[in-house]
T-cell receptor, first 112, second 116 residues
Framework: KNQVEQSPQSLIILEGKNCTLQ??????????LRWYKQDTGRGPVSLTI?????NTKSNGRYTATLDADTKQSSLHITASQLSDSASYIC???????????FGAGTTVTVRA | DTEVTQTPKHLVMGMTNKKSLKCEQH?????MYWYKQKAKKPPELMFV???????INESVPSRFSPECPNSSLLNLHLHALQPEDSALYLC???????????????FGPGTRLTVL
């Protein structure tokens, strides 16, 4: 069974600080990995997408990395803002499978 | 316009009621999805429509009935629901429906459903 595990489950950071979220997956054969941001009570919004050959992808203050050999990804948030408070979900696609494998998410709380 | 809209935002219904959730997108996407999300859990796929035809039904109980009237609209008809069906119902759309594809799914804001 394909699995996507995220850590930590939650974290609290001060405004302006950086943080890194982790995602480990067992999905194989691998197609692509996405990071989504989901505000409470809202739908997920795509931040980045990476395929097998991509090691890093940035979207503003968000930088995602991918190590397809170790099946690990990270999402780095730089200079956090209060609006970064949300759940960040790692989503992995398997080649030739329509279903997405969702991680349980990391809840980030940014405090002033 | 990369927006998927859903109505209503909130819905409270009794177990004997019949209600419908609506989803709309104007991005020209040919694939549309319904997901169910319980609190602090990842979304669970329910249905997939591709080119207005039902492609995937993830063994969803018949009290949930999807409908795709045209390429921009997706409905979810609800009847005789149970309290455990209370959840956030998310609609999503993508350019196409390809296994392992790179098409990003764009999610709507969801409908918060409470079944009494």
């Amino acid at each position: 069974k394909n699995q996507v595990e995220q850590s930590p489950q939650s974290l609290i950071i001060l405004e302006g600080k950086n943080c890194t979220l982790q995602c480990n997956y067992t999905v194989s054969p691998f197609s692509n990995l996405r990071w989504y941001k989901q505000d409470t009570g809202r739908g997920p919004v795509s931040l980045t997408i990476m395929t097998f050959s991509e090691n890093t992808k940035s979207n503003g203050r968000y930088t995602a990395t991918l190590d397809a050999d170790t099946k690990q990804s990270s999402l780095h948030i730089t200079a956090s803002q209060l609006s970064d408070s949300a759940s960040y979900i790692c989503v992995v696609s398997e080649l030739n499978d329509y279903k997405l494998s969702f991680g349980a998410g990391t809840t980030v709380t940014v405090r002033a | 316009d990369t927006e998927v809209t859903q109505t209503p935002k909130h819905l409270v219904m009794g177990m004997t009621n019949k209600k419908s959730l609506k989803c709309e997108q104007h991005m020209g996407h040919r694939a549309m999805y319904w997901y169910k999300q319980k609190a602090k859990k990842p979304p669970e796929l329910m249905f997939v429509y591709s080119y207005e035809k039902l492609s995937i039904n993830e063994s969803v109980p018949s009290r949930f009935s999807p409908e795709c009237p045209n390429s921009s609209l997706l409905n979810l008809h609800l009847h005789a629901l149970q309290p455990e069906d209370s959840a956030l119902y998310l609609c999503a759309s993508s350019q196409g429906f390809v296994s392992g594809g790179l098409d990003t799914q764009y999610f709507g804001p969801g409908t918060r459903l409470t079944v009494l």
